[in-house]
């Protein structure tokens, strides 16, 4: 995307070019350390899942898959209203990129608010690891393992949507207030980036843990 | 105190001398090498000393030869050390099928060791000189590791899994055992004596020693804990029979194969459901917690000592190359 | 050329507290981290100098084998992650990497700032764990001691960490940026300063290997807080499989705290020979190539873990080819003082120091490399004299050179001269003291981490702690002086060394902007034997 030369920058850099160039692969390499943040914690899920692979398919049967898969359609709707946000915001269009910012937002709350409640489920039955948990199978270690990684994986993606919506708060701030214009929204197209890449995230945990050996 | 000064370990088993031949190749070419860019810069430095402020150097070119060459030749030094080095490490890591089994727990803060005929120690282990002797090893609680200098050997101890090592000492002495792997506030007082003796010494020892025998213990275990109501090697029994299983590789309900070893017993006892044997239901109760780890290791040497009873007509395969 | 100390520089543009806490210039970032990493380097100090106090005798004299533990420990943490990570990449490579490609400043001040701020937290946390009772993990913090045995303010101080390794990230992030988006026209890769190069594969690291140590750390504090089991055999967890997720990022951490070092030898070794560095290609490769590489050894800190031994005779292997670059570094740098003209300046001592220790450093990991050998000496003395050749005789002392040399360019004065070199010929022979014994103690089986040890042991343990205390006081110098020269050294011209880089056409110290006129560069670095200092000035 070419932006206008006559565009302000910040001193340090000599165009809005060069600026938003830099701003680009700033956000990608940063996506590049959550790939490694992401995969250490998906490489404990790998090990033990080829440890214990009867154990993790019979409870991953606990996971609600109706509930799974709406969070799955929520997220990748929230990302088609980013991806909208993110041309409004190339057009220039203000209202637009509000809108669809809210949106997004309303889309990833609902997402977060369906989670918060599958956990609260999770724990009415007995199944958060440690002292609270009361599963009696014989496989009650590999069980545990199955219930840790669940809620390492998506309690960390889930911080991320948090943060995720508290920067869009911002950036709906800054929209609204009309900082961004055809020649300059980058901070949408970056924090669009971002958003996407939680959702990415999101398609790799949701086949793990709730639909790989599912028999119900 | 000086002329007391240690400044190499000693040579007590048949390791030791390979393992310090290395060193040594490794110690000239540290110090050859060391001595030589030492030398050069000295050299280079005072030769080409700054005479004046203004002083230019000549250019001088670079040389893809020059670079090249100090690239291959010291990649293939390190290729013949990591292949000496495999060669030693292979030796380090392979018990002779005869070597004497010793069983060995670790825990904060001390090293508990049961012998077959039932001698138990701590903090010590009595072995005989000129016999391979491989202990196999746990802990009851962090990883601690199991380390003789004068041997050379060290083996981290685990939770929860077997770990061994094997060594075969050389000369009757008393040689430190260390606990290598920090493991909390008396570390460094989790030592001990490997405590090596001439064969008829070590006997004499052996006999004076009071205690079960591993076996004979592990044998009561078998029988009070109620194992043999399943595994009583009839037919149709609710357990598989467990008479010649140590070191044969099982069929499991999951298709997969796994070795019988001392792990593979070990897991079966404390996590039964884990890995069952094909053909079987997994209703063996679980033992983990009931079960000491001195226990499991008696429970062990039982069932490796069972031999096979006279066969049936419609016996189990025979393993490839018997001769029947 | 201007040779004066210019009326405003980067130093006295504004004046106030404000001023330097809300600062966005890079300079003034570097100096913020060298305030707090001065004091971090201190606090590890005194730890080791009391571990080394209590090391003089076989018996508990000094501290109870709890405090000593913590001690250790703390050393190690504070060293490591608090001085060592930052040291040359936070003060040297802020303050000199956007002049080194001719920038105004890094791509992002405002998260250079926060940066730092970041690792403010961290040190907080971590120091207030320490306060309010220590940690007794070992540096490493192996699991399942830290997660289930351990009594000590675990949780705390790995918060610290945690927060800590947004601070590398973000930096390696900015670092990464700026090289790639914000070089000066004519700037091209290959005319970068082999600095520039040793802290873009730095940084390489830092963004790649950090998120791991994150995301383990992450795990631990599940496994101790709320009884998750990871890594608890109980529930079938796998104790070794932290180890492999703690040793992906701290073994290419050590090359985080080496590769910056090896870009500030390269930089003093050329001015003091006043050459070309020969090889320049192949050191800047090399860089790249141990960045590379570094990230595939990591099971070489577990060889007698239960490893499998194939995977112990891959990881033997690589470490031997990642070697391999080093010592075509080391070939390089000595090279380069062929027909050179050598100064003997307080820097150059350093940095001869520095291929000296660095070189036996590094052999002595080929004993550890080589699993035969390292069975018998891991875990024990052998290791610590090894990392310390490297991290002390190597990065601390690349860090002194450096800090040196530029000197002039960030507070404008001069050092003392002799004091310099005093300091560093008292370093280089504390340093051998100290540690040389604890290859000895190695070899002859005194295991790490301990406490109290058998008698025979006491001899090369009291040499040891003997030559610490001449190191300790060999650091108490420069402390001293270089803080003195900022009011009473003598006023630095531009060029103080006749040096070639961008850095010394700019004034001394320069000012906010770097540069008064935009550079434009027309020739390779350091081409020391083909123009004068004259023609090398840029044009704008």
Same mark, same amino acid.
């Given at each position: 995307?070419e932006?206008s030369?006559t565009a302000?920058?910040?001193?340090?850099?000599?165009?809005?070019a060069?600026?938003?160039?830099?701003?680009?692969?700033?956000?990608?390499?940063?996506?590049?350390t959550?790939?490694?943040?992401f995969?250490?914690?998906?490489?404990?899920?790998?090990?033990?899942?080829?440890?214990?692979p009867?154990?993790?398919?019979?409870?991953?049967?606990?996971?609600s898959?109706?509930?799974?898969?709406?969070?799955?359609?929520?997220?990748?709707?929230?990302?088609?209203?980013?991806?909208?946000?993110?041309?409004?915001?190339?057009?220039?269009?203000?209202?637009?990129?509000?809108?669809f910012?809210?949106?997004?937002?309303?889309l990833?709350?609902v997402?977060?608010?369906?989670?918060?409640?599958?956990?609260?489920?999770?724990?009415?039955?007995?199944?958060?690891?440690?002292?609270?948990?009361?599963?009696?199978?014989a496989?009650?270690?590999?069980a545990?393992?199955?219930?840790?990684?669940?809620?390492?994986?998506?309690?960390?993606?889930?911080?991320?949507?948090?943060?995720?919506?508290g920067?869009l708060?911002?950036?709906l701030?800054?929209?609204?207030?009309?900082?961004f214009?055809?020649?300059?929204?980058?901070?949408?197209?970056?924090s669009?980036?971002?958003w996407h890449?939680?959702?990415?995230?999101?398609?790799?945990l949701?086949?793990?843990?709730?639909?790989?050996?599912?028999?119900? | &105190?000086?002329?007391?000064?240690?400044?190499?370990?000693?040579?007590a088993?048949?390791?030791?001398?390979?393992?310090?031949?290395?060193?040594?190749?490794?110690? /000239?070419?540290?110090?050859?090498?060391?001595?030589?860019?030492?030398l050069?810069?000295?050299?280079?430095a005072?030769?080409?000393?700054?005479?004046?402020?203004?002083?230019r150097?000549?250019?001088?070119?670079?040389?893809? #030869?020059?670079?090249?060459?100090?690239?291959?030749i010291?990649?293939?030094i390190? &290729?013949?050390?990591?292949?000496?080095?495999?060669?030693?490490?292979?030796?380090?890591t392979?018990?002779?099928?005869?070597?004497?089994?010793?069983f060995?727990?670790?825990?904060?803060w &001390?090293?508990?060791?049961?012998?077959?005929?039932?001698a138990?120690?701590?903090?010590?282990?009595?072995?005989?000189?000129?016999?391979a002797?491989?202990?196999?090893?746990t802990?009851?609680?962090?990883?601690?590791?199991?380390?003789?200098?004068?041997? #050379?050997?060290?083996?981290?101890?685990?939770p929860g899994?077997?770990?061994?090592v094997?060594?075969?000492?050389?000369?009757? /002495?008393?040689?430190?055992?260390?606990?290598a792997?920090?493991?909390?506030?008396?570390h460094?007082?989790m030592?001990?004596?490997?405590i090596?003796m001439?064969?008829?010494e070590?006997e004499?020892?052996?006999?004076?020693?009071?205690g079960?025998?591993l076996?004979?213990?592990?044998?009561e275990?078998?029988?009070?804990l109620?194992?043999?109501t399943?595994?009583?090697?009839?037919?149709?029994?609710?357990?598989?029979?467990?008479a010649?299983?140590? /070191?044969?590789?099982?069929?499991?309900?999951?298709?997969?194969?796994?070795?019988?070893?001392?792990?593979?017993?070990?897991?079966?006892?404390?996590?039964?459901?884990?890995?069952?044997?094909?053909g079987f239901?997994?209703v &063996?109760?679980?033992f983990?917690?009931?079960?000491?780890?001195?226990?499991?290791?008696?429970?062990?040497?039982?069932?490796?000592?069972?031999?096979?009873?006279?066969?049936?007509?419609?016996?189990?395969p025979?393993?490839?190359?018997?001769?029947? | 050329?201007?040779e004066?100390?210019?009326? *405003?520089h980067?130093?006295?543009?504004?004046?106030?507290?404000?001023?330097?806490?809300?600062?966005k210039?890079?300079?003034r970032?570097?100096?913020?981290?060298?305030a707090?990493?001065?004091?971090?380097?201190?606090?590890?100090?005194?730890?080791?100098?009391?571990?080394?106090?209590?090391?003089?005798?076989p018996?508990?004299?000094?501290?109870?084998?709890?405090?000593?533990n913590?001690l250790?420990?703390?050393?190690?943490?504070?060293m490591?992650?608090?001085?060592?990570?930052p040291?040359?990449?936070?003060?040297?490579?802020?303050?000199?990497?956007?002049?080194?490609?001719?920038?105004?400043?890094?791509?992002f001040?405002?998260? +250079?700032?926060?940066?730092?701020?970041?690792?403010?937290?961290g040190?907080?946390?971590?120091?207030?764990?320490?306060?309010?009772?220590?940690?007794?993990?070992g %540096?490493?913090?192996?699991?399942?001691?830290?997660?289930t045995?351990?009594?000590?303010?675990?949780?705390?101080?790995?918060?610290?960490?945690?927060?800590?390794?947004?601070?590398?990230?973000?930096t390696?992030?900015?670092?990464?940026?700026?090289v790639?988006?914000?070089?000066?026209?004519?700037?091209? %890769?290959?005319?970068?300063?082999?600095?520039?190069?040793?802290?873009?594969?730095?940084?390489?690291?830092?963004v790649l290997?950090?998120?791991?140590?994150a995301?383990?750390?992450?795990?631990v504090?599940?496994d101790r807080?709320?009884?998750?089991?990871?890594?608890?055999?109980a529930?079938g967890?796998?104790?070794?499989?932290?180890?492999?997720?703690?040793?992906?990022?701290?073994?290419?951490?050590?090359y985080?705290m *080496?590769?910056?070092?090896?870009?500030?030898?390269?930089?003093?070794?050329g001015?003091?020979?006043?050459?070309?560095i020969?090889?320049?290609?192949?050191?800047?490769?090399?860089?790249?190539?141990?960045?590379?590489?570094?990230?595939?050894v990591?099971?070489?800190?577990?060889?007698i873990?239960?490893?499998?031994?194939?995977?112990?005779?891959?990881?033997?292997?690589?470490?031997?080819?990642?070697a391999?670059p080093?010592?075509v570094?080391?070939?390089?740098?000595?090279?380069?003082?062929?027909?050179?003209?050598?100064s003997?300046?307080?820097?150059?001592?350093?940095?001869?120091?520095?291929?000296?220790l660095?070189?036996?450093?590094?052999?002595?990991?080929?004993?550890l490399?080589?699993?035969g050998?390292?069975?018998?000496?891991?875990?024990?003395?052998?290791?610590?004299?090894?990392?310390?050749?490297?991290?002390?005789g190597?990065?601390?002392?690349?860090?002194?050179?450096?800090?040196?040399?530029? %000197?002039?360019?960030i507070?404008?004065?001069?050092?003392?001269?002799?004091?310099?070199?005093?300091?560093a010929?008292?370093?280089?022979?504390?340093?051998?003291?100290?540690?040389?014994?604890?290859?000895?103690?190695?070899?002859?089986g005194?295991?790490r981490?301990?406490?109290?040890?058998?008698?025979?042991?006491?001899?090369?343990?009291v040499m040891s702690?003997?030559?610490a205390?001449?190191?300790?006081?060999?650091?108490?110098?420069?402390?001293?002086?270089?803080?003195w020269?900022l009011?009473y050294?003598?006023?630095?011209?531009a060029?103080?060394w006749?040096?070639?880089?961008?850095?010394?056409q700019?004034?001394?110290?320069?000012?906010?902007? +770097?540069?008064?006129?935009?550079?434009?560069?027309?020739?390779?670095?350091?081409?020391?034997?083909?123009l004068?200092?004259?023609?090398?000035?840029?044009?704008?």
């Amino acid at each position: 995307m070419e932006a206008s030369r006559t565009a302000a920058h910040q001193h340090q850099f000599d165009s809005a070019a060069q600026q938003y160039e830099a701003s680009a692969l700033g956000m990608w390499v940063f996506l590049v350390t959550e790939i490694m943040f992401f995969g250490g914690i998906l490489t404990a899920y790998v090990v033990y899942r080829s440890l214990y692979p009867e154990s993790f398919a019979h409870v991953s049967n606990h996971l609600s898959l109706p509930l799974g898969a709406f969070n799955t359609v929520v997220l990748i709707g929230s990302s088609l209203t980013m991806a909208l946000a993110v041309h409004a915001g190339q057009l220039g269009r203000r209202l637009q990129i509000v809108v669809f910012l809210a949106l997004t937002m309303l889309l990833g709350s609902v997402f977060l608010g369906i989670k918060a409640y599958e956990y609260h489920h999770k724990f009415v039955e007995g199944l958060v690891p440690g002292p609270l948990f009361t599963y009696e199978g014989a496989d009650r270690g590999p069980a545990q393992m199955f219930m840790c990684l669940y809620f390492g994986l998506t309690g960390i993606h889930a911080l991320h949507m948090v943060i995720g919506v508290g920067v869009l708060a911002v950036i709906l701030a800054m929209a609204w207030r009309g900082r961004f214009s055809a020649a300059y929204s980058t901070p949408v197209e970056m924090s669009g980036l971002y958003w996407h890449f939680v959702d990415v995230v999101w398609i790799f945990l949701f086949p793990l843990l709730y639909l790989l050996g599912r028999t119900t | &105190m000086l002329k007391d000064l240690p400044l190499f370990p000693a040579q007590a088993s048949t390791v030791a001398a390979e393992v310090d031949n290395l060193f040594f190749f490794l110690l /000239g070419l540290t110090v050859f090498f060391s001595l030589l860019i030492a030398l050069l810069l000295v050299v280079f430095a005072v030769r080409y000393r700054r005479r004046s402020e203004d002083e230019r150097p000549a250019p001088i070119e670079g040389d893809l #030869r020059l670079e090249l060459g100090w690239t291959v030749i010291p990649f293939l030094i390190t &290729m013949v050390i990591f292949v000496w080095s495999a060669v030693v490490y292979a030796r380090l890591t392979r018990a002779p099928d005869d070597a004497l089994p010793v069983f060995v727990v670790g825990k904060q803060w &001390m090293w508990h060791v049961q012998h077959l005929e039932g001698a138990r120690e701590i903090n010590e282990v009595h072995v005989p000189v000129g016999r391979a002797v491989r202990l196999t090893m746990t802990s009851e609680d962090v990883i601690h590791s199991f380390y003789v200098p004068d041997f #050379r050997i060290k083996q981290d101890v685990l939770p929860g899994r077997y770990t061994t090592v094997w060594f075969e000492a050389t000369r009757p /002495g008393r040689y430190h055992l260390f606990c290598a792997e920090y493991c909390g506030t008396q570390h460094s007082g989790m030592i001990g004596w490997v405590i090596a003796m001439e064969p008829a010494e070590y006997e004499a020892w052996l006999a004076g020693g009071r205690g079960q025998s591993l076996v004979s213990a592990g044998e009561e275990l078998f029988n009070q804990l109620g194992c043999v109501t399943c595994h009583s090697g009839e037919s149709g029994s609710r357990g598989p029979n467990l008479a010649g299983v140590f /070191g044969k590789t099982v069929q499991l309900a999951s298709g997969e194969q796994v070795l019988a070893d001392e792990g593979y017993l070990r897991e079966s006892i404390v996590n039964p459901r884990a890995r069952v044997v094909a053909g079987f239901e997994p209703v &063996m109760p679980v033992f983990k917690g009931t079960v000491s780890e001195e226990q499991l290791m008696q429970l062990i040497a039982y069932i490796k000592a069972l031999e096979v009873a006279a066969a049936p007509a419609a016996a189990e395969p025979q393993p490839a190359g018997s001769i029947r | 050329m201007n040779e004066q100390t210019p009326r *405003i520089h980067y130093l006295n543009v504004n004046y106030g507290v404000r001023s330097w806490l809300l600062t966005k210039d890079h300079k003034r970032i570097g100096l913020l981290y060298l305030a707090v990493i001065s004091l971090m380097f201190v606090i590890g100090g005194v730890f080791a100098l009391l571990v080394r106090l209590e090391l003089l005798t076989p018996g508990p004299d000094l501290v109870t084998a709890d405090n000593y533990n913590k001690l250790f420990t703390m050393h190690g943490i504070v060293m490591v992650f608090f001085f060592l990570i930052p040291s040359i990449p936070a003060v040297l490579g802020n303050f000199l990497l956007p002049i080194m490609i001719g920038a105004r400043d890094l791509a992002f001040p405002r998260l +250079n700032l926060l940066s730092w701020y970041v690792f403010m937290l961290g040190a907080a946390f971590t120091i207030y764990a320490m306060l309010t009772g220590g940690v007794d993990t070992g %540096w490493t913090f192996y699991t399942p001691f830290s997660t289930t045995a351990s009594n000590t303010n675990v949780i705390a101080t790995a918060l610290g960490i945690f927060i800590n390794g947004f601070s590398s990230i973000l930096t390696g992030l900015n670092f990464i940026v700026t090289v790639h988006k914000m070089r000066a026209p004519g700037m091209t %890769w290959f005319r970068l300063p082999l600095f520039v190069w040793a802290h873009y594969a730095t940084s390489l690291i830092m963004v790649l290997g950090t998120p791991v140590l994150a995301i383990t750390i992450v795990l631990v504090a599940l496994d101790r807080a709320f009884h998750f089991g990871f890594f608890d055999p109980a529930y079938g967890g796998d104790p070794v499989l932290f180890q492999h997720l703690f040793w992906f990022y701290s073994h290419p951490a050590v090359y985080i705290m *080496i590769l910056p070092a090896m870009g500030v030898i390269s930089e003093l070794i050329g001015c003091f020979s006043r050459k070309r560095i020969y090889g320049y290609t192949f050191i800047a490769g090399s860089s790249i190539a141990i960045a590379l590489l570094g990230f595939l050894v990591w099971g070489h800190h577990m060889f007698i873990s239960s490893q499998s031994i194939y995977a112990s005779l891959i990881f033997s292997f690589l470490s031997f080819a990642v070697a391999i670059p080093s010592a075509v570094k080391v070939f390089n740098w000595t090279a380069t003082l062929y027909k050179g003209s050598v100064s003997f300046r307080a820097p150059m001592l350093y940095a001869l120091g520095f291929i000296g220790l660095f070189t036996i450093g590094g052999l002595t990991g080929l004993f550890l490399a080589s699993i035969g050998v390292d069975v018998h000496v891991t875990d024990t003395y052998f290791v610590v004299a090894h990392f310390h050749y490297i991290m002390v005789g190597g990065a601390i002392m690349a860090y002194l050179g450096g800090l040196h040399y530029w %000197w002039p360019k960030i507070s404008g004065k001069l050092y003392p001269e002799a004091w310099a070199r005093v300091a560093a010929v008292i370093l280089f022979v504390g340093f051998n003291l100290t540690f040389f014994p604890q290859f000895v103690l190695g070899y002859i089986g005194m295991p790490r981490r301990y406490h109290v040890y058998p008698e025979e042991f006491q001899v090369l343990n009291v040499m040891s702690t003997a030559g610490a205390s001449i190191l300790g006081m060999g650091y108490l110098l420069p402390l001293l002086y270089l803080v003195w020269s900022l009011r009473y050294g003598s006023p630095a011209t531009a060029n103080p060394w006749g040096a070639f880089g961008l850095e010394w056409q700019t004034s001394s110290p320069p000012p906010p902007d +770097n540069f008064d006129h935009a550079p434009r560069v027309e020739h390779e670095a350091y081409a020391y034997e083909r123009l004068s200092l004259e023609e090398v000035k840029v044009g704008s």
